[in-house]
């Protein structure tokens, strides 16, 4: 029997994990038993998780601080469950700030269990320093970024493999990615703009005013222009509240599957930065995306230190996207940055074949879970090899 302890934070990291799993079956055979924290995906592997991973879902400083003394204790539950099962791996996925700390412990404790670092911390865009940091007590990184593994090389972190993006395996989206490939690129005769004001409630707060003012003035320079809005369910009243009061209103669609029909029909985007501007890069959708950070995030913007914050850009290696921070999201701008990208021009070309690359550069051969199992495989094999060498 193989135990691979595991430490996620968000449902997507449990989607990468229940992957994981069956891919070390694939591997392994059904001998492979996963302990520790997952959600409802992992739950179906046979993950008995220590804890409703929801807990760890805090953004911003001060819910981070309000909730210490719960998040202290789940920590110190999660390490003591892994330093008494003594599992042969341990895999912590995102969530730095608690999968981490919980990694840290743990090497003090176990110092020859291989750790391995699923979807690693954005050491390329803010605080480089916890690369070569993190060699200590992690052996592995598992990159779902293809610029990543050179970014840990550069600044002394630990040896990173790229495996694949979710995205890049999503039906939905390989279905567009396959019409926009051998589509030529120009807008339909009647434009269509995706309007994606963020999927957190504090995003939509801060962007939706002025993603409905671009829409006006917009409206004004390519009157037949069509607006789609798709809402995250959970945000849908909110939204649909704020857009009754808009001059122009989109149209509100929501679920999954209305969601990916919008991005297929779309020419443009506006958005809030995030992992969005991804989805609508493999998509092929030219977009201009906008950013604004709560009070307290925005006294410590500093500490962003990379030279973009729209993950299309580091795919490609330069400023292909074009981003709008804070005093910068401005409808007059946006508007006719729009109007460019929703028209024949050579802006929209060029972002175009752009796009194309990122995709390009997106792919992998194999299933994202199969690598990064081999990854995980290869790390027991090496812990096997130490614990066989005489001492």
């Known amino acids: 029997m193989t135990r691979i302890a595991f430490v996620v934070?968000?449902?997507?990291?449990?989607?990468?994990?229940?992957?994981l799993i069956r891919?070390?079956?694939?591997?392994?055979?059904?001998?492979?038993?996963?302990?520790?924290?997952?959600?409802?995906?992992?739950?179906?592997?046979?993950?008995?998780?220590?804890?409703?991973?929801?807990?760890?879902?805090?953004?911003?400083?001060?819910?981070?601080?309000?909730?210490?003394?719960?998040?202290?204790?789940r920590l110190h539950q999660m390490e003591s469950f892994?330093?008494?099962?003594?599992?042969?791996?341990?895999?912590?996925?995102?969530?730095?700030?608690?999968?981490?700390?919980?990694?840290?412990?743990?090497?003090?404790?176990?110092?020859?269990?291989?750790i391995i670092n699923y979807v690693p911390p954005a050491v390329?865009?803010?605080?480089?320093?916890?690369?070569?940091?993190?060699?200590?007590?992690?052996?592995?990184?598992?990159?779902?970024?293809?610029?990543?593994?050179?970014?840990?090389?550069?600044?002394?972190?630990?040896d990173a493999t790229y495996v694949g993006h979710p995205l890049v395996g999503n039906p939905a989206l390989r279905a567009i990615m396959e019409h926009r490939r051998v589509a030529d690129g120009r807008p339909k005769p009647v434009p269509t703009l995706l309007l994606l004001p963020g999927s957190r409630s504090g995003e939509v707060d801060r962007l939706l005013d002025d993603f409905g003012a671009t829409l006006a003035l917009l409206?004004?320079?390519?009157?037949?222009?069509?607006?789609?809005?798709?809402?995250?369910?959970?945000?849908?009243?909110?939204?649909?509240?704020?857009?009754?009061?808009?001059?122009?209103?989109?149209?509100?669609?929501?679920?999954e599957a209305a969601k990916w029909q919008a991005f297929a029909a779309a020419d443009a985007a506006l958005a809030a930065s995030g992992t969005v501007a991804l989805e609508l890069a493999l998509a092929g959708v030219p977009m201009a995306l906008c950013y604004r950070l709560d009070p307290i995030s925005y006294r410590f913007r500093h500490w962003m230190t990379g030279w973009t914050a729209a993950l299309p850009n580091y795919v490609a290696g330069h400023p292909l996207v074009p981003e709008h921070f804070h005093e910068t999201v401005r409808p007059?701008?946006?508007?006719?940055?729009?109007?460019?990208?929703?028209?024949?021009?050579?802006?929209?070309?060029?972002?175009?074949?752009?796009?194309?690359?990122?995709?390009?550069?997106?792919?992998?051969?194999?299933?994202?879970?199969?690598m990064a199992a081999g990854i995980v495989v290869d790390e027991l094999a090496?812990?096997?090899?130490?614990?066989?060498q005489p001492r």
């Open 9 to 19: 934070g968000e449902n997507s990291s449990d989607r990468l994990g229940a992957e």
């Open 23 to 73: 891919g070390l079956r694939r591997r392994l055979g059904s001998q492979v038993e996963a302990i520790g924290l997952g959600g409802d995906e992992m739950a179906k592997e046979g993950v008995a998780s220590l804890f409703d991973i929801d807990e760890l879902s805090i953004i911003g400083i001060g819910a981070v601080l309000s909730r210490l003394p719960q998040l202290l204790r």
């Open 82 to 114: 892994i330093v008494t099962e003594r599992p042969d791996a341990l895999v912590v996925i995102d969530n730095y700030a608690f999968s981490h700390r919980v990694a840290r412990r743990v090497r003090r404790r176990l110092p020859d269990l291989p």
């Open 124 to 158: 390329w865009a803010y605080h480089g320093e916890r690369a070569a940091a993190m060699t200590a007590y992690i052996d592995r990184v598992v990159s779902v970024f293809p610029f990543e593994p050179e970014a840990y090389r550069a600044l002394g972190g630990p």
């Open 219 to 255: 409206k004004q320079r390519l009157p037949e222009l069509r607006a789609l809005l798709p809402a995250v369910p959970r945000l849908e009243a909110k939204i649909r509240d704020r857009v009754a009061r808009f001059e122009v209103k989109p149209e509100i669609v929501s679920g």
């Open 332 to 370: 007059e701008h946006l508007a006719r940055r729009l109007e460019r990208l929703l028209t024949d021009t050579p802006e929209r070309r060029a972002q175009v074949e752009g796009l194309r690359l990122v995709a390009e550069r997106m792919q992998v051969e194999k299933n994202p879970g199969d």
């Open 382 to 388: 090496r812990r096997r090899g130490r614990m066989d």
